[in-house]
T-cell receptor, first 114, second 110 residues
Framework: ETGVTQTPRHLVMGMTNKKSLKCEQHLGHNAMYWYKQSAKKPLELMFVYSLEERVENNSVPSRFSPECPNSSHLFLHLHTLQPEDSALYLC?????????????FGEGSWLTVV | SQQGEEDPQALSIQEGENATMNCSYKTSINNLQWYRQNSGRGLVHLIL?????REKHSGRLRVTLDTSKKSSSLLITASRAADTASYFCALTGTASKLTFGTGTRLQVTL
């Protein structure tokens, strides 16, 4: 139990579906992150939120839409995804946005796009 | 942005043996972290070493950092089957980016 909870753990969706991934952290942290992990590739940082404000968007396609309603919750809305978007999506948090802080990860959401 | 490169990509040892994995990088760093990931799960932070430190210990883990060679090593002593996982180094460069490598897959057999 890392204090970062992701749901669902597994998701299968068609290319025309709309779905959302949810993340909740119980650590009182101010920064939250979405990462994508694909086979044999380095972990890719997608989005960074600090105090509910998006501070980083690493050239992520618009079919991925993040939402951070408060400092404890983070969503990733998915729309018209492609099969190559199938991956493990990891949510994480840290005390603040200072780079180099320890990052606390959730267990991940396995996404399969069919 | 730079990322660390772990070596070897895969390592298989027997329980009780020591496991050593390395991380090399190309530019200056502020700190370096090691994370562990069990198959299909999230990453768990193991240890952080700052650029002005040379060695840190945590239980059966020993991390070294040689900034002149731009490399770090993670040593797991007296390995157990439960140590089977992927291990990643994560670098904080002077450009204030945190980047992860592709990891070393460690298999510890009984």
């Amino acid at each position: 139990e890392t204090g970062v909870t992701q749901t669902p753990r597994h998701l299968v969706m068609g290319m025309t579906n709309k779905k959302s991934l949810k993340c909740e952290q119980h650590l009182g942290h101010n920064a939250m992150y979405w990462y994508k992990q694909s086979a044999k590739k380095p972990l890719e940082l997608m989005f960074v939120y600090s105090l509910e404000e998006r501070v980083e968007n690493n050239s992520v396609p618009s079919r991925f839409s993040p939402e951070c309603p408060n400092s404890s919750h983070l969503f990733l809305h998915l729309h018209t995804l492609q099969p190559e978007d199938s991956a493990l999506y990891l949510c994480a948090s840290s005390p603040d946005r200072v780079v180099g802080n320890t990052i606390y990860f959730g267990e991940g959401s396995w996404l399969t796009v069919v | 942005s730079q990322q660390g490169e772990e070596d070897p990509q895969a390592l298989s040892i027997q329980e009780g043996e020591n496991a050593t994995m390395n991380c090399s990088y190309k530019t200056s760093i502020n700190n370096l972290q090691w994370y562990r990931q069990n198959s299909g799960r999230g990453l768990v932070h193991l240890i952080l070493i700052r650029s002005n430190e040379r060695e840190k210990h945590s239980g059966r883990l020993r991390v070294t950092l040689d900034t002149s060679k731009k490399s770090s090593s993670l040593l797991i002593t007296a390995s157990r089957a439960a140590d089977t996982a992927s291990y990643f180094c994560a670098l904080t460069g002077t450009a204030s980016k945190l980047t992860f490598g592709t990891g070393t897959r460690l298999q510890v057999t009984l």
